[in-house]
C-alpha cells in the first residue's frame, strides 16, 4: 500500500509564490512515478507535472512551465511542486498521485494512488 499526504495550500496574492509538499509512505518502489494534479470547481482534473521516483525523467505541462517546479527530497520520500507568479485562476485542490510504471503519465486515470488534495487559492 502507499500513502500520499500533501500540505503547504493556502491563501496567496496574486504574484506570490508556495510550495506543496506530498510525502509518501509504504511500499514505493523504484519504477513509481509521481505526479501533481489539480482540480478547480466545475473543472476535470489536469494534468501539472511528473517525475520518475529517481528524479531523473521529468514532464511538464505546457500551462506551467517556468512558473511550476517539481523535484523529489530523496532523504524524507518526499516530492514537492513549488510555484512562483501565482494567478487567480490557479485557484484549485491540488493533488498528489502515483502510479507503479517507469514511463509518464499525463492522465489521471493511469495513476493508482492520490492524496487528500490540498487547497491553494489565489487573491487578487
Known amino acids: 500500500q502507499v500513502q500520499l499526504v500533501e500540505s503547504g495550500g493556502g491563501l496567496v496574492q496574486a504574484g506570490g509564490s508556495l510550495r506543496l509538499s506530498c510525502a509518501a509512505s509504504?511500499?514505493?518502489?523504484?519504477?513509481?512515478?509521481m505526479g501533481w494534479f489539480r482540480q478547480a470547481p466545475g473543472k476535470e482534473r489536469e494534468f501539472l507535472a511528473a517525475?520518475?521516483?529517481?528524479?531523473?525523467?521529468?514532464y511538464y505541462a505546457d500551462s506551467v512551465k517556468g512558473r511550476f517546479t517539481i523535484s523529489r527530497n530523496n532523504a524524507k520520500s518526499m516530492i514537492d511542486l513549488q510555484m512562483k507568479s501565482l494567478k487567480p485562476e490557479d485557484t484549485a485542490v491540488y493533488y498528489c498521485a502515483a502510479h507503479s510504471s517507469y514511463s509518464i503519465s499525463n492522465l489521471a486515470s493511469a495513476y493508482d494512488y492520490w492524496g487528500q488534495g490540498t487547497q491553494v487559492t489565489v487573491s487578487s
Open positions: 509504504g511500499r514505493t518502489f523504484n519504477n513509481y512515478v
Open positions: 517525475l520518475s521516483w529517481s528524479g531523473v525523467r521529468i
